[in-house]
């Protein structure tokens, strides 16, 4: 069949009923499954027939949701984990172990950057972090003979950074490393890193995937454009015989399209069992059959806010990607020019009291931990998610201490404004 449209791929992606069977995707709620004898059960061991064995690997609740998601990024194979977190952490552990070394875009989500500053670093895998900004020169020097990825979000949280991607393609090309990108602010709806040339995706689907602050999950999808074997000595893990999976050769057996996710569930979900439970993955389901329809007023609600907020005189500073005149407008226009995300970052004048003044006084937006909702929330991140930063690496990350992360919902834009203009008023 044709390659459909992007809006018939979140509704109908990933499942075709066939002739009498239902015609929403079952919620396969086993740990297990049946096999008549045992050998049928051991060629699943050994990786050489396709088949679900136990939950803690692959389901086909979950692998039906990958698939959709795999479809609406435009890739070649992908997985659910159980949270973005898991998915960001087996993209790099995937491909990169003690000894090994990482440039990061240092403009990343707060629990992403301590993922990897601290609890990686503990497993032997160095980070260089450096603004998303730098020039191509800086971004040439940061890697070294050991590096093994370059990572990005397409729109950063909270900073609202937009990814140059020709520049970090270009990068990651040049040194024989895959770029992985968090396109969890975009969305495929609004941008699809792989057709700028990136190799990996990861996804909270906690967020716009969801959409309903229903479900923590995440998603791995690989874009199968990387050639493993052309960097043979790089990715042994791909690239030379599996000694725990009776020695397949991932990058032969499966190819560049099958390898990454292949050996991430082979290996990682194994060991880890960072799964997403077959009832998220329904729920998370229902959320993408909606996802271009919101998408849309997220984008279109986030542009009055930014518009609202840059004419206040209670108001610093904005940063709305898509506004005219901000700094990463041009990037924006460039790889989103469907619109960025729901999400505004602004400083009120006053700084943290009066923040914290504004934010309280709100009453359609609510202080949550959480973004990329239908539902209209707040957050001070560098007393919340980002506490455990210091000042330095708030400043790199683009989290000034003021600065409130706004996530607009897909509510009434008008009753939106109406609300910041009123507690504005006990600011
Ligand atoms: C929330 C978020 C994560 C972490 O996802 P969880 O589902 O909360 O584990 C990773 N990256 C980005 C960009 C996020 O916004």
Not at 140 to 155: S, V
Request: proline share 4%; hydrophobic share 35%.
């Amino acid at each position: 069949m044709k390659k459909t449209g992007i809006e018939t791929t979140c509704v109908q992606g990933g499942y075709t009923a066939a002739n009498g069977e239902p015609r929403q995707f079952p919620i396969v709620q086993s740990t297990t499954f049946r096999y008549e004898t045992g050998e049928a059960m051991s060629k699943l061991f050994d990786l050489e027939a396709n088949g679900y064995f136990y939950s803690r690997l692959q389901n086909p609740t979950c692998d039906t949701v990958a698939k959709k998601i795999c479809e609406l990024e435009g890739g070649s194979a992908a997985m659910l984990t159980s949270s973005g977190q898991a998915a960001n952490f087996f993209s790099i552990f995937n491909i990169a172990s003690a000894g090994d070394h990482v440039v990061c875009s240092s403009a990343i989500y707060g629990g992403t950057f301590n993922l990897f500053s601290v609890t990686m670093k503990k497993m032997g895998i160095d980070f260089t972090f450096l603004t998303p900004d730098c020039t191509a020169e800086e971004l040439d020097t940061a890697f070294r003979p050991n590096t093994k990825a370059l990572f990005g979000e397409t729109i950063s949280n909270p900073s609202l950074k937009v990814l140059d991607f020709e520049k970090f393609v270009a990068a990651a090309n040049k040194h024989g490393v895959p770029l992985i990108v968090d396109n969890t602010f975009a969305t495929p709806v609004n941008c699809r890193p792989f057709e700028h040339g990136a190799h990996i995706v990861t996804h909270s689907t906690t967020k716009y995937l969801d959409g309903h602050g229903s479900a923590v999950g995440g998603c791995i999808v690989d874009s199968g454009t990387f050639d493993w074997m052309a960097h043979k000595d790089k990715y042994p893990g791909l690239c030379t015989p599996d000694e725990s999976y009776h020695g397949v050769t991932y990058a032969e057996r499966f190819g560049n399209e099958g390898a990454f996710i292949t050996k991430a569930t082979a290996q990682l979900m194994r060991d880890f069992g960072s799964i997403q439970s077959p009832m998220n993955a329904y729920i998370l389901n229902l959320g993408l059959e909606s996802l271009h329809v919101r998408m849309p007023r997220h984008c279109e609600n986030g542009l009055a806010v930014a518009t609202y907020l840059k004419n206040h005189e209670k108001i610093a500073w904005v940063r709305y990607p898509s506004l005219e005149g901000d700094e990463d407008f041009a990037l924006a226009e460039k790889y989103l020019p469907n619109g960025s995300c729901g999400v505004v970052s602004f400083g009120v004048r006053g700084g943290r009291a009066a923040a914290e003044k504004f934010m309280s006084a709100l009453r359609l937006a609510s202080i949550e931990t959480h973004v990329a909702d239908a539902r209209t929330c707040c957050l001070h991140p560098a007393s919340t998610t980002h506490r455990q930063m210091n000042d330095e690496e708030l400043e790199a990350a683009g989290v000034s201490a003021d600065l409130i992360r706004y996530s607009c919902g897909i509510e009434n834009k008008d009753d939106l404004i109406a609300d910041i203009a009123a507690a504005l008023e006990t600011v």
